[in-house]
């Protein structure tokens, strides 16, 4: 079975300052990993996956996460913060022969001007 | 143009009574869901059929019933609603199980 943790349920940062917010899964098969971000009182929006090949994946509104396979890590990062970017951030994992995604619960992010 | 559409966008409704939420996706995918998030923001998995055969169907009451009449549609049917169904239903889909999923907006459904 696969699972996710994503550390931190609340990420404040300052606008221009950088974004990181952390995710760990857990898979017994090479696992796709995602990042989804909701708006307040919207659906999910993929923001970048991993599949295979490189583990550097760049994705939309400038962010982008590594797959670290000797830590289990997939964190997601963007260099300088911008106020659209609060929002509700969502790591998930779904193993290579499933169609179960796994999410993580979640990490609140806000900006501060 | 909206490629994952959900129907109603807000439900309020009685304890004891039954609602249907509609999912319409024009993405031409084989693979639909069915997500719950709770009043924590937590996302699970509840239902999902690949071209019309239910293929996860998690630890869900029985009060709910999906139906797939075709491809593009996936329906979740709810009987004798409880306080606890309270909560925002999510449609997704995908072309295959690890490809993307894409959201629908939401059905927000408050039992008073």
């Known amino acids: 079975a696969q699972s996710v943790t994503q550390l931190g349920s609340h990420v404040s940062v300052s606008e221009g300052a950088l974004v990181l917010l952390r995710c760990n899964y857990s898979s017994s098969v090479p696992p796709y990993l995602f990042w989804y971000v909701q708006y307040p009182n919207q659906g999910l929006q993929l923001l970048l996956k991993?599949?295979?090949?490189?583990?550097l994946v760049k994705g939309i509104n400038g962010f982008e996460a590594e797959f670290k396979k000797s830590e289990t890590s997939f964190h997601l990062t963007k260099p300088s913060a911008h106020m659209s970017d609060a929002a509700e951030y969502f790591c998930a994992v779904i193993a290579s022969n499933d169609y179960k995604l796994s999410f993580g619960a979640g990490t609140t992010v806000t900006v501060r001007a | 143009d909206t490629a994952v559409s959900q129907t109603p966008k807000y439900l309020v409704t009685q304890m004891g009574n039954d609602k249907s939420i509609k999912c319409e996706q024009n993405?031409?995918?084989?693979?639909m869901y069915w997500y719950k998030q709770d009043s924590k923001k937590f996302l699970k998995i509840m239902f999902s059929y690949n071209n019309k055969e239910l293929i996860i169907n998690e630890t869900v009451p029985n009060r709910f019933s999906p139906k797939s009449p075709d491809k593009a549609h996936l329906n979740l049917h709810i009987n004798s609603l409880e306080l606890g169904d309270s909560a925002v239903y999510f449609c997704?889909?995908?072309?295959?199980?690890?490809?993307?999923?894409?959201f629908g907006p939401g059905t927000r459904l408050l039992v008073l």
């Open positions: 991993y599949t295979t090949g490189a583990t």
């Open positions: 993405l031409g995918h084989d693979t």
């Open positions: 997704a889909s995908s072309v295959q199980g690890v490809e993307t999923q894409y």
